[in-house]
């Protein structure tokens, strides 16, 4: 039906900063709530953020908030994951997914579409 690739992974130093873009392709985005996870090495996928069709509300575990910030632009189809204070934990592969339920959910089995993911890798 859809499909997400996600975008602006790379090599980044501690305490530096990245941007992470999911664009997805279709005329339905705007229905779907969207949510980035990640999933490092010998680890489970791991919720990180999510917000709602409209934009009007999000969510962020806590290993992220105050760090990390969604967003979206419907008009562009695209949802992006700011990422600030970025520290070696953070390397992971990050995945962008999309639901068609209304609120945001923590849990990956919620979600409909998945992208490849994108490598992040943290310095020190």
């Known amino acids: 039906q859809v499909q997400l690739v996600e975008s602006g992974g790379g090599l980044v130093q501690a305490w530096g900063s990245l941007r992470l873009s999911c664009a997805i392709s279709?005329?339905?985005?705007?229905?779907?709530?969207m949510a980035w996870f990640r999933q490092a090495p010998g680890k489970e996928r791991e919720f990180l953020s999510g917000?709602?069709?409209?934009?009007?509300?999000?969510r962020y575990a806590d290993s992220v908030k105050g760090r990390f910030t969604i967003s979206r632009d419907n008009a562009k189809n695209t949802v992006y994951l700011q990422m600030n204070n970025l520290k070696p934990e953070d390397t992971a592969v990050y995945y962008c997914?999309?639901?068609?339920?209304?609120?945001?959910?923590?849990?990956?089995?919620?979600?409909?579409?998945w992208g490849q993911g994108t490598q992040v890798t943290v310095s020190s």
């Open positions: 279709g005329r339905t985005f705007g229905s779907y709530t």
């Open positions: 997914a999309a639901s068609t339920a209304v609120l945001i959910f923590t849990t990956p089995g919620i979600y409909n579409v």
């Open positions: 917000i709602t069709r409209s934009g009007g509300d999000t």
